[in-house]
Structures are given as structure tokens and as C-alpha cells.
């Protein structure tokens, strides 16, 4: 803690870079102008380098600026969050669940009025993430990757398969059933490629050659990649059991042919363990039990 920079001096800069103004951040902190100047400068002096160009109107951040920026991003997130819940938990039952934010839009969301039937005592609150996220605190967790231990319960199923949207398909003169993956632009998540199930090893998987004509479209986070699948714009690998109800209702079909079995999944776990108040472990059972049916 000692080699940190004063904790005044962070959140006048974090300050200013949110609000775009010495003036605006003043206010946010309670505080004159002068005052965040100053402690900009005694953390840009303690620091060694400028945090923000001044030879522009307005002025903007430096590089160092942007990347001190990202990690106070996370960390007072994490802690926004995290006195949120307690606030939450202080004035009754709150069950906060963290999940990958396509877990979240395309199973989770859907379910949402059935879990809250389920337990109408309890206030449950979602906070979604994309890859590479630091984690934030929650009483339920639920991850994308390998199995870890520690009394996770996998999710879902395990294959994995590719599907496209009935548009996409008939403007290649294609069907689930008669199809040409060399002629078709498949849709990815290099940035989560250490986590996520990527095409080269879906073809692996399935022993078939990838072909090298196909055209590849890269996406930050599954949400994104499942809403570009959706607006015809190529073909997505799916897990099973996360896109069924765009599948029962034909915006996606499947196509047919080799599915591969996973080992990664979206695993699930209370952060307390069996130890977690009763309400926490119903709603976690509920989910599990929901997610294989």
C-alpha cells in the first residue's frame, strides 16, 4: 500500500477524466478547482509522467492517462459494486449473480420472471461481463472456461455447433442440411481465444479441415457475435442449451453434421460455498435444476 499514490490525488484524477473538466470534477468531489489541480499535479509528480496533454483545448489524456484510467475503472468498480451490495444486503435478502454477459442476455434475462416468481422475498441483482473483466464481487458466480473444482456445477450441455440465420442461408443458396463453410464467414472471439471454443479447434474437434477461403468476423464478446448471427451477417458456434430459444423459434438453424464435445462450459458457484445463507443456495439450485431441463 505504501507504493500507492495518495488516494486524493486518484480520485481527483478519476474525476477529471470522467467528467472532462476540472471544473465538472470539483463539483462531483466537493471541492475547488484549484484544489483538484493541485492534487492532479502531486500525482502526476509522484508519478513521474503526465496524465493529461495541456497543450490542447480541451485538454486529453496521455496514454499513461488512458491506462491509469482503465484500472481505476476496475477497481473503484469492483468497490461501487461492492458497497452497493452490502447496502442492499443491510436492508434485506439480495442475491447478487455475476455471469458472461451472453449468459446473461441470451438464458439468464429470459429466465428472469420464473426466478423471481420462485423466491419473491429476495431482491436479485445481475451483473454481467465480457471477457477479460476483472471479476466483481457477487453471491453467485457463473464463468466461462474449464472446470476449476472448488464446488462448481457445470451448466448446460456440452456440445458445441455451429448455427446461422435462415437469411444468411438462403442468400447463399444454402439449407441447414446442404451447406459450404468456404463460402461462409464465420464469426469469433479471438480476444477470448485462451477461454473460448474458437473455430480452429471446433474443426479440430470434429476432425474436419478448416477451409482456408473462409472469412473470419471477430467480436469482443458473445453478445455481440450471437446479434451479428441473428442479423444475417454469418455463422456462430453454439453451446447447447444458450440459443435454444432462438433456435425453437427458427432465427437460428442449426446446421447439421459433426457437433463437438466440450470441456469448457459456463460453471456455476455460491462465493460462501454450502456455508451461503439458505435463499442464496435455493437460488443457485434453482438455476442448476433450471439449466438442465
Known sequence: MDRLPSFSGLTAFYAAARRGTLTAAAAELNVSQP????????????????????????????????????????GFGQIEAAVAQIRQSAQGKVVTVTAPSGFVAFWL?????????????????????EYGEATRPGDIA?????????????????????????????R??????????????????????????????????????MPHKARVLDFSSYAMLVNAALAGQGVCLCWDGVLDRFLEAGALVRLEGPEAVSARGYFIAAREGLAAPPHVLGILDWIVEKSHK
Open 142 to 170: 457463473i464463468r466461462f472456461g474449464l472446470a476449476e473444482g472448488g464446488g462448481e456445477t457445470r451448466l448446460l450441455g456440452e456440445g458445441v455447433f455451429p448455427a446461422a440465420s435462415p437469411l444468411y442461408l438462403d
Open 109 to 129: 434475462i429470459p429466465q428472469l420472471g420464473d426466478l423471481e416468481a420462485a423466491f419473491e422475498d429476495v431482491t436479485i441483482r445481475i451483473i454481467s461481463q
Open 172 to 209: 447463399r443458396e444454402m439449407n441447414g442440411d446442404s451447406y459450404d463453410f468456404a463460402r461462409m464467414t464465420l464469426l469469433t472471439m479471438e480476444t477470448a481465444r485462451s477461454q473460448w471454443h474458437d473455430w480452429p479447434s471446433w474443426f479440430r474437434a470434429v476432425g474436419v479441415p
Open 35 to 74: 484544489a483538484v489541480s493541485r492534487r492532479i499535479a502531486m500525482l502526476e509528480a509522484d508519478l513521474g509522467c503526465p496524465l493529461f496533454d495541456r497543450s490542447h483545448k480541451p485538454v486529453r489524456m496521455t496514454q499513461s492517462g488512458r491506462d491509469l484510467l482503465r484500472a481505476l475503472q476496475g
